[in-house]
């Protein structure tokens, strides 16, 4: 029989969902992944020992590097360095190469754990312009190591309603599971009315899935936001059985899944615009 220091009360272990709920400041985490980024023709980072940044309320990491795998020569102080855009920065830095300025590229991220690295903008005009891991580009933000993206072949009958009438409806579907997200169900293209879709030309990036360069939106009118639908006509291999299918944000239209029709959930893709 064990002692009581063997056998803990059960009433005081602390039982969350996983994952708990971030906290209020930076996490971070050291990476074995070999990457390095371009402005132009000009490599800015080459690094095999770059770290992972979480910052609070952001859904994704960047990466931070060492000052000694950056072109600190290309990097002075930030003219114009903004307010607010990244909690603790104790530094801005504009970036400067061939005599173009990219303001704001880059930041020092706060902490003496991440003292004498230099973290770089991933989104808008600050952005560099190409990023590798290994040697394999990536898009719009680095890969979380803490996420999954899995994509499998179903036979749930699963029917898409936009303002009750439907638009797509099949017994055939992939659903991808991606962590963090609401299932999204891929549909075979015989099984889509696109009468009511209209083509965009949209398109957009996704680190773990590859492009996507086929968006609807819808016909009818009402609150729903452009670009509703989209397909990955050549997906990455990890999520090869997606492809050429079509999805719906589930955030915006219904969704009946085996007869239950599905809550809509709110992500960050909820923020998007509708139309009036």
Known sequence: MGTPSEHPDPGAVR????????????????????????????TVVDSRRPVLVWEPGRPVPLYAFPEDDVRMDLLRPAGRPPSGRHPGATAYHDLVVDDEVTA??????????????????WFGRSALDHWYEEDTEIFVHPRDPHKRVDALPSSRHVRVEIDGTTVAETRGPVLLFETGLPVRYYFPREDIRFGLLRPTGHNSRCPYKGVATEYW??????????NVAWSYPDPLPAVREIAGRVAF??????????GERLERPVTYFSRLRTTS
């Open 15 to 42: 039982v969350v969902r996983h994952p708990s709920p971030p906290g209020d400041g930076v996490t971070w985490e050291p990476s074995e992944r070999w990457v390095r980024a371009t402005k132009g023709e000009t």
């Open 249 to 258: 944000y589930n955030e915006f239209v219904d969704l009946i899944v085996d």
């Open 217 to 226: 939106s819808w016909t009818g009118g009402g609150r729903i936001p452009p």
């Open 104 to 121: 704001n590229a880059a930041w020092s991220p706060p902490g003496d754990d991440l003292a004498g690295h230099i973290v770089f903008e």
